[in-house]
């Protein structure tokens, strides 16, 4: 199975600061077909996770210009500048280039 | 707007069986795959199941894999999940996902 090692598990920032998260896969993510199937979602207290990032950085609809996704191989991140209230929460990123599908242990995002 | 209501959820004893259901409305329900991820109390996200927009193939994690079954009605738009031989560690919520739409999620407790 391909683990999915995000770091850190914890992070604090300041409300118009900047966050970095990383996420690292034990194999490359990119698929027989080309694409690298590796999505960031974040889960707000209370909620259902939500899709920020698609396929290393694409924003999905709706999704403010603050977050970015960059990354290839077995290497990604997850930028969040102007870190706003409702930024705050637990943060996934995916893949699901090989069966089985795998998620990251999470970053619990929070106010410094 | 895209919507994934599920239901069936409970408290069952270790052993038995629980039917979960998944009505999805708002898109083409036959043009997706469609999943089943879950969350254990306080504990990160595990995918479950997947099964491809026709209902022929389906994939499982090791950890469900005999057990967990995932199939859809596509003239009904609804998405099942049937669990056997219930353990506690399947205890947790579980949402019905297109991968960028999540349902609320249902709680299914395993408990003698």
């Known amino acids: 199975d391909v683990v999915m090692t995000q770091t850190p598990v914890s992070l604090p920032v300041s409300l118009g600061g900047q966050a970095s998260i990383s996420c690292r896969s034990s194999q490359s993510l990119v698929h027989s077909n080309g694409n690298t199937y590796l999505h960031w979602y974040l889960q707000k207290p209370g909620q259902s996770p939500q899709l920020l990032i698609y396929?290393?950085?694409n924003r999905f609809s709706g999704v403010p210009d603050r977050f970015s996704g960059s990354g290839s191989g077995t290497d990604f991140t997850l930028k969040i500048s102007r870190v706003e209230p409702e930024d705050l929460g637990d943060y996934y990123c995916l893949q699901s280039t090989h069966f089985p599908w795998t998620f990251g242990g999470g970053t619990k995002l929070e106010l410094k | 707007e895209v919507q994934l209501v599920e239901t069936g959820g409970g408290l069952v004893q270790p052993g038995r069986s629980l039917k979960l259901s998944c009505v999805a409305s708002?898109?083409?329900?036959?043009?997706?795959?469609m999943s089943w991820t879950r969350q254990a109390p306080g504990k990160g996200l595990e995918w479950v199941a997947s099964?491809?927009?026709?209902?022929?193939?389906?994939y499982y994690p090791d950890s469900v894999k005999g057990r967990f079954t995932i199939s859809r009605d596509n003239a009904q738009n609804t998405l099942y999940l049937q669990m056997n031989s219930l353990r506690s560690e399947d205890t947790a919520t579980y949402y019905c996902?297109?991968?960028?739409?999540w349902g609320q999620g249902v709680m299914v407790t395993v408990s003698s």
């Open positions: 708002g898109f083409t329900f036959n043009n997706y795959w």
């Open positions: 996902t297109r991968y960028d739409y």
């Open positions: 396929r290393v950085s």
């Open positions: 099964i491809t927009n026709s209902g022929g193939s389906t």
